[in-house]
């Protein structure tokens, strides 16, 4: 019985893996390939591009929408411990202390290194 616990587990990344495959063929077989000229240009918007179309973007913005759900994931914990406050006691609100100094540390941080400043 102990060698059939990931069993399960085995079947459904099997079926899973299967699912994807059959999921990016069947497109390839059944749908039309007609290329056409329009269906090649780059569409911007409904305009003509100017100049180069492959820009770079700047990679603050990728720090600023990095710095922003690791903080937001970080406080959705605070919810549940907010509901327990009462029940756990001092060493839960010791943990908690720390873990928003920790917090507070890496948003120091961040902003020391200019993450969050907006271009």
Aim: aromatic share 20%.
């Amino acid at each position: 019985m102990g060698d059939n616990n990931f069993a399960g587990v085995g079947v459904f990344l099997v079926g899973a893996m299967a699912v994807s495959i059959i999921m990016m063929i069947v497109p390839k077989i059944l749908a039309p390939h007609k290329p056409h000229k329009e269906k090649c240009t780059s569409y911007e918007c409904g305009n003509e591009t100017i100049g180069r179309t492959w820009l770079g973007f700047k990679s603050n913005y990728f720090m600023y929408a990095l710095v922003f759900t690791a903080f937001d994931v970080e406080t959705v914990f605070l919810y549940p411990w907010a509901l327990t406050f009462q029940k756990l006691g001092t060493f839960a609100f010791v943990e908690m202390f720390v873990f928003i100094v920790i917090l507070l540390v890496g948003f120091w941080y961040a902003w020391k290194e200019g993450a969050l400043e907006w271009m």
